[in-house]
């Protein structure tokens, strides 16, 4: 796992600057702790920071050429099938150097050209230099785990693994883009490929893109082919699906230990992660290193019991921190940084800490991330296979009866939302609005008389509507898929990824192994959200629930969906509230005048005295301030 960063002058007579490559290398430094590298062939530059996992010699430094000197490469990530596709390249003469996935990518392209990704299997973000045809070739993974950001106007093109890098150079502009702030105040994070500066794009996952004499041409290499309808299957043949995915979940465990340093888990106390640990047990590891963080708050903010149910039940070397509102203070500017984009999902705050109790231990761990997008784990997914039913109910009831009893209901923001959700006909729409943060009403007040109240905010919905399922398919199957290529990729994916790198830690995701997913996306609806009302009846993630029964504790398995949950409602209530207060009332806040500051007014006393739970909309009022001081100003 490293960093990477370059750019590329359109005009051949105008060389790049060494200088520029060594300030964009500075702010990604902690990605690749370990060494770093920088290729100029005279208007094109290439800049690495490397964070070394396999083959730790001198052999590994990036950028890398091919042994003809051809082709050079910048590269972040890890290709699992690495050793397989090196053989084949090997018995066909090529003279490898070095031990590295990366050498096996760039042989690999100089061999098939740009239809080699069709054969990567693993999590990747790379850069690759044609030195005769002068053509810059970048790609991102098929399901986004490795960020890519790039710029371009009619005499640049910069890329880099994050935002902050390309905002080091002199003529790449520091823009607010409307549609990327409606964005963020809408689902908490950007959607690719719009962020949160005008000229700045993120690559979408499974894409390519090409840069040659000025001109981009960009590629969707990846097309899954998804479930076309419900099953009425046997339990005999739902078994056989159980096996099948068993096994390939313990060849992607297998293939992501792979690595030259120590490799740990990032343990939650849920089933997505306690399966990691399940998985490595049975493969024989012993004396797994697990990482667990919990808060001084009630249990309802804490799964740290579960955690150490897990670690005890596979005797496993646990570590674990308790999180206080004091480490969020502490740690609040180091979460606006390495984000670069102002991002709102509160647990980014505990990964960052389990992150960095981690790397004291550990250079890789791996996660249960995409496990719920793919088997179905949302509670919401039961609520959107049946509120069909809802939708069915005369308007009068559904529309207006229903709604005015829930609105007399007090601190019932959730469930007025569940409400508000349900009755949306367009199922983009409606997936859009189950997590919606600031509803397109909310924002209409925030934004009053601003500079973002003009622009036309449906681009909140289009994340969503790229990924819609062709005609034929099943249409809770596509309300997965699509989480998967967009909600999972923007939030949770980019998340793990800058927490983790932060401390020059990687963070592997097992789930969302190629052969895995594809699997999954091929599965009935059936087989992952399906209503059950037998007391101990599993209604979400049914397959994989099967697949895990005899491999983990009772308690686990039993227990219901709990999500990390951060106690900012009680924290900016009481002891954080003063803090919230300085930085929304600030007179740099007022004077932006992007806001109408009655409605912020209003938020703050909804939520002070209790009248509404109002913390995440007041997170991402501060997260979207400190980050605008830390980027803009």
């Excluded at 390309?166 to 963020?184: A, K």
């Excluded at 960009?218 to 076309?228: M, R, V």
């Excluded at 800490?353 to 249960?368: E, N, P």
Aim: aromatic letters at 10%.
């Amino acid at each position: 796992m490293c960093g990477i960063a370059g750019y590329l002058n359109f005009d051949p007579q105008r060389p790049v600057e060494e200088a520029l490559l060594v300030a964009m290398t500075r702010q990604i430094a902690h990605r690749g702790p370990d060494d770093q590298g920088i290729y100029i062939n005279n208007n094109l530059g290439l800049a690495h920071r490397r964070l070394s996992i396999l083959d730790l010699t001198s052999a590994g430094h990036q950028p890398m050429p091919t042994a003809d000197g051809r082709y050079w490469i910048a590269y972040n990530g890890e290709v699992y099938n690495f050793p397989e596709l090196r053989k084949e390249l090997a018995a066909d003469g090529y003279p490898f150097r070095s031990r590295t996935d990366t050498e096996v990518i760039l042989a690999l392209y100089q061999k098939m050209g740009k239809s080699f990704l069709s054969r990567l299997e693993g999590m990747y973000a790379f850069a690759i230099w044609d030195t005769v045809e002068k053509e810059l070739f970048l790609a991102r993974d098929p399901l986004g785990i490795k960020p890519l950001y790039y710029f371009h106007d009619d005499q640049h093109f910069a890329f880099a693994s994050e935002m902050k890098a390309l905002l080091t150079l002199p003529f790449v502009p520091r823009e607010l883009d409307p549609e990327g702030v409606q964005n963020f105040f809408a689902h908490g994070h950007s959607t690719a490929p719009v962020s949160i500066c005008r000229h700045i794009r993120k690559l979408l996952p499974g894409h390519s893109l090409a840069v040659n004499d000025g001109k981009l041409q960009e590629a969707n290499f990846w097309h899954p082919q998804i479930a076309p309808d419900r099953s009425h299957d046997s339990k005999s043949l739902r078994q056989q699906k159980a096996d099948a995915l068993e096994e390939l979940l313990f060849r992607a465990i297998e293939s992501h230990l792979i690595s030259d340093v120590p490799v740990g888990v990032f343990l939650s106390g849920g089933l997505d992660s306690s399966a990691m640990v399940a998985l490595m047990s049975r493969l024989g590891h012993r004396q797994i290193k697990t990482f667990s963080v919990g808060f001084d708050a009630s249990k309802h903010f804490s799964e740290l019991d579960d955690a150490r149910i897990v670690a005890k039940h596979f005797r496993t070397d646990h570590h674990e921190m308790v999180l206080t509102e004091k480490e969020l203070l502490a740690g609040i500017e180091q979460l606006v940084y390495h984000f670069d984009e102002p991002f709102g999902d509160p647990a980014a705050f505990p990964t960052y800490f389990v992150s960095q109790l981690a790397a004291k231990h550990v250079k890789v761990c791996l996660s249960g991330e995409g496990g719920d997008e793919l088997f179905g784990g949302y509670r919401r997914y039961l609520t959107e296979r049946y509120g069909g039913l809802y939708r069915m109910l005369p308007g009068m009831i559904s529309n207006r009866l229903i709604p005015a009893v829930v609105g007399k209901v007090p601190r019932s923001r959730r469930l007025k939302q569940l409400i508000r959700t349900v009755n949306i006909n367009d199922p983009s729409v409606r997936q859009a609005n189950w997590q919606m943060v600031f509803t397109d009403e909310m924002r209409h007040q925030l934004f009053a008389d601003s500079i973002f109240d003009s622009h036309a905010d449906q681009g909140v919905y289009e994340s969503f509507r790229r990924y819609r399922c062709p005609k034929g398919t099943d249409g809770m199957s596509g309300v997965l898929y699509a989480d998967t290529r967009a909600w999972l990729a923007d939030r949770y994916l980019e998340k793990a990824d800058k927490m983790s790198m932060a401390h020059g830690l990687e963070s592997r995701v097992p789930f969302l192994d190629k052969a895995v997913v594809e699997f999954a996306f091929r599965l009935p609806i059936d087989d992952k959200v399906k209503l059950n009302l037998k007391r101990k009846g599993r209604s979400l993630k049914r397959l994989l629930g099967l697949v895990l029964e005899d491999l983990l504790p009772r308690a686990i398995l039993d227990k219901p969906k709990h999500g990390f949950a951060v106690p900012l409602d009680p924290w900016f209530r009481g002891e954080l509230s003063d803090f919230v207060a300085d930085i929304l009332f600030d007179q740099r806040t007022r004077q932006r005048g992007y806001f109408d500051m009655k409605m912020i007014e209003k938020l703050f006393n909804d939520h002070k005295t209790g009248k509404e739970v109002r913390s995440n909309h007041l997170w991402l009022l501060i997260l979207f301030e400190l980050w605008h001081r830390r980027f803009l100003d």
